[in-house]
């Protein structure tokens, strides 16, 4: 061999990730574009990428479908950077992908452009171990599970898959890496077919290879052998064998044998307004099964979608919850009767298992539900303990209106999230709530209810942080533990009321830890533990308790757009909008949802265009649906700083706030000064922001030491000239609302106060707040970079060099 071509021919060792879209050749071309855009973010988005990338120790190879990265840093960073794209994927099920990953040798090549490629034996064997998944699978070659099973963490992980025969007659020894939150654990299909035909009684004797292969072929397994051999004999076997296929065809069952959903039941009542009363049935049933430990249990939130008017597919559905049962059923009362029909049946093979039709006086439904629930565990053969069959038998009221209002009433708190109408609903459903217990004193459920929907107004809309309010949900919480002091669900509203009321953390994980022991699999629990630790500052640790929600819960909207906050507190809107387009794959009509997925790219791109045409899409859809996004419209129209389609929205937005950002709430009126501005009338601003200022002060007057809404006042003051007033109200809403006791209120204020001083003409205070807002624990909408480079508020801070510098350091770098 020529001495330069010797020079350039440097085997060095390369940890290599290979991936691709499935049935990435089946979509139409801008599917494709579009499916691997998101998948490059995805990947660009890992802490591995990025750090290997800066580190200059990183080569990318596009292919059609995919690419394949080469890290020159550890075994480890390849499997790192899979697990991060997998949790990220987990949020992203439109786009399928699978992973292999193998270290081997590979050298550095030019192209045909003179740009830096690599080739090797390495980046093949990697291709070939992808080959051999299917969607969603992590496999490893066995030199690469040799690498990590060092690593305690890594060892759990690591599941044995046997040989599998690959291009060229190549045997490969795989593993399957995956955890609860990552990877896919059922067998590949190819090795799962190689098991069923050996498993097969009548398979026949495979005849013998032939000794002799093309020499071709020979230069290939050698190269091979070099690839995954050399470091073989120097670290030895591993000890565990592969495991026997009764283990591996084990790991292919997805739906624990004990797990069912409870589906909407149909109202098949004269009158429709008894559709509250099929809700409440099927809520009590599924409420009830819930309380055995033994069973698997799909929450209301998460089936609520499955509309009992369309056809349903039973296996699909299966699937979609991660159940092997599911409940279906109607409700039928007219006259003082009742008439209940339920089926269980086996989502696995569509076929029914049990069916059973109650007609019963109205006032034994209760009973009904009692017998459903005893009836499904018997037949799903689940243990229940003696504690468990009393809480199933027990009634929930024996008020039958009271039980209708209490229906009403929980069905508005779950749709209430995430939706610009969610106060008034709130409102609605404590009217109701409050009529139910007066009519029953004894309604334990209903005071759980209760205090939830007085806690959300507290706490999490800031629209009413009263010690009245405060007062009126401690007082349920007192009366649900007088009722059923042991009861886990009187230690889950303790929890709540410790969170959302007292920001007592340490009591509110003390309290959910007693309601564990009896609700372990409760996705209730997981997700409030998310917000503790969110709120507490961990919010990597909280993000993942969500996540941890979201599998006993696959399908629940709320825990989702949950998750998308979390990743945009965290700054990280790609993650963010992934999870908003899981949850709009379950609730696709949900315009809350579509629309904060447009106002969070504005955010992110400062590109208003997606965002436009999700509003334009629903005003042509269904234009009485943009009042639950109203809101997001106005948003959209500040940016453009479109005076006709701002005054549109306000029309929209109505008595709610025209802009929120969690506690913070900005009402019509300021909506109207920031349109009167826009058009330079001072006058009607002025007019405009005195109006907000009469709504605030009262707000402030009722809840003097509410950070917040102080901070929304110093605003307003700000926008009126009052500067020092402005001032010194957004610098006592900082001290009263410290960042280390509320990382997500403390650092909204401390940020906002960057608008304050702005709009205050102190241009040097502002600046300097919004460097200390970009630093702050919790990320905001309002200093996003979209919003920084597009929204009026920072008008008085364009063209100072030093804020368009801050603004272009916030621009994506892809």
Request: aromatic residues 8%; negative net charge.
């Amino acid at each position: 061999m020529p001495d330069e071509i010797k020079e350039k021919v440097r085997l060095e060792i390369g940890h290599v990730l290979f991936l691709d879209i499935v049935g990435y050749s089946k979509l139409l071309i801008h599917e494709q574009s579009g499916r691997l855009q998101k998948l490059k973010e995805i990947v660009w988005a890992t802490e591995q990428f990025r750090e290997a990338q800066a580190a200059g120790k990183l080569l990318r190879l596009p292919t059609g479908d995919g690419g394949a990265l080469v890290f020159r840093t550890s075994p480890e960073a390849p499997v790192l950077c899979a697990q991060e794209i997998s949790r990220a994927l987990k949020l992203h099920p439109e786009l399928p992908v699978r992973m292999g990953i193998h270290s081997g040798p590979v050298n550095e090549v030019s192209d045909l452009n003179e740009q830096a490629n690599m080739a090797g034996a390495g980046i093949n064997i990697a291709q070939r171990v992808m080959d051999c998944g299917d969607a969603g699978h992590i496999l490893l070659s066995k030199r690469v599970a040799d690498d990590i099973d060092d690593y305690s963490e890594w060892r759990p992980h690591l599941h044995d898959l046997g040989d599998c025969e690959v291009k060229h007659g190549v045997r490969l020894h795989l593993f399957n890496l995956y955890g609860d939150d990552f990877g896919n654990p059922a067998m590949p299909g190819k090795l799962q077919r190689i098991v069923e035909e050996k498993a097969a009684p009548d398979h026949p004797a495979l005849p013998a290879k032939r000794a002799g292969l093309p020499w071709p072929v020979v230069a290939l397994l050698l190269a091979a052998a070099l690839a995954t051999g050399a470091f073989f004999f120097l670290r030895g076997s591993r000890s565990s064998s592969p495991p026997p296929v009764a283990q591996v065809v084990e790991k292919t069952t997805a739906a624990p044998e004990k797990s069912i959903a409870v589906l909407p039941f149909g109202n098949l009542s004269d009158e429709k307004a008894n559709a509250y009363f099929a809700d409440g049935v099927q809520d009590e049933i599924l409420t009830n099964l819930a309380k055995i430990a033994d069973l698997k249990v799909i929450s209301r939130t998460s089936v609520m979608q499955y509309k009992t008017g369309a056809q349903r597919n039973v296996r699909e559905i299966g699937q979609q919850l991660g159940v092997a049962h599911l409940l279906e059923g109607s409700v039928q009362r007219a006259a003082g009767k009742v008439r209940v029909n339920a089926q269980l049946i086996d989502a696995r093979t569509d076929a029914h298992q049990w069916a059973q039709v109650y007609d019963r006086p109205l006032d034994d439904v209760f009973a009904i539900q009692s017998e459903i629930a005893r009836t499904i565990a018997d037949q799903l053969q689940a243990k229940l303990s003696p504690s468990e069959k009393k809480a199933i038998e027990q009634a929930p009221t024996t008020d039958l209106a009271a039980f209708d209002l209490y229906s009403r009433g929980k069905s508005l708190l779950l749709t209430a999230s995430f939706s610009a109408t969610g106060e008034r609903d709130r409102r609605q459903a404590i009217e109701l709530l409050d009529e139910a217990v007066n009519r029953d004193p004894s309604f334990f459920a209903a005071y759980c209810q209760l205090a939830f929907a007085h806690e959300q107004f507290y706490a999490t809309r800031g629209s009413d942080h009263t010690p009245a309010r405060l007062a009126l949900a401690e007082a349920a919480v007192q009366a649900a533990t007088r009722l059923r002091p042991d009861a886990a669900e009187t230690h889950l509203a303790r929890a709540q009321y410790l969170y959302y009321g007292l920001r007592d953390y340490a009591g509110a994980l003390a309290e959910l830890e007693i309601a564990w022991r009896a609700l372990p699999n409760d996705p209730r629990l997981f997700e409030l533990t998310g917000f503790i630790l969110r709120r507490h500052g961990q919010q990597e640790e909280g993000l993942q308790k969500l996540q941890r929600a979201v599998e006993l819960d696959p399908r629940n909207l709320f825990t989702l757009q949950q998750i998308a906050f979390s990743y945009q507190f965290l700054g990280r809107y790609a993650e963010a909008i992934a999870a908003l387009d899981r949850a709009s794959v379950i609730a696709p009509d949900n315009v809350e949802t579509r629309a904060n997925r447009g106002l969070w790219y504005m955010c992110w791109k400062a590109d208003t265009r997606p965002l436009h045409q999700t509003i334009d899409a629903i005003l042509a859809e269904r234009p009485g649906a943009i009042v639950s996004a109203a809101d997001t419209w106005f948003s959209c129209a500040l940016a453009e700083r479109d005076p006709a389609a701002v005054e549109a929205a306000l029309v929209a937005v109505g008595d709610n706030p025209c802009w929120n950002e969690g506690v913070l709430n900005l009402s019509r009126s300021f909506g109207e000064g920031l349109l009167a501005r826009l058009t330079k009338d001072d006058a009607r601003a002025r007019t405009a922001f005195e109006a907000a200022r009469a709504q605030q002060e009262k707000i402030v007057q009722a809840q003097p030491d509410y950070g917040p809404a102080l901070c929304v006042l110093g605003l307003i003051d700000a926008a009126l000239g009052r500067k020092d007033l402005a001032l010194e109200e957004g610098r006592r809403a900082i001290a009263l609302t410290p960042v280390e006791k509320d990382v997500v209120n403390g650092s909204r204020v401390l940020q906002y106060f960057a608008i304050t001083a702005a709009w205050a003409g102190e241009k040097e205070l502002a600046l300097q707040q919004l460097e200390a807002g970009l630093r702050a624990p919790n990320a905001s909408a309002m200093l996003s970079y979209g919003a920084l480079k597009l929204f009026p508020f920072w008008d008085p801070l364009r063209g100072d060099p030093r804020f368009e510098k801050i603004v272009q350091s916030l621009a994506p770098k892809d």
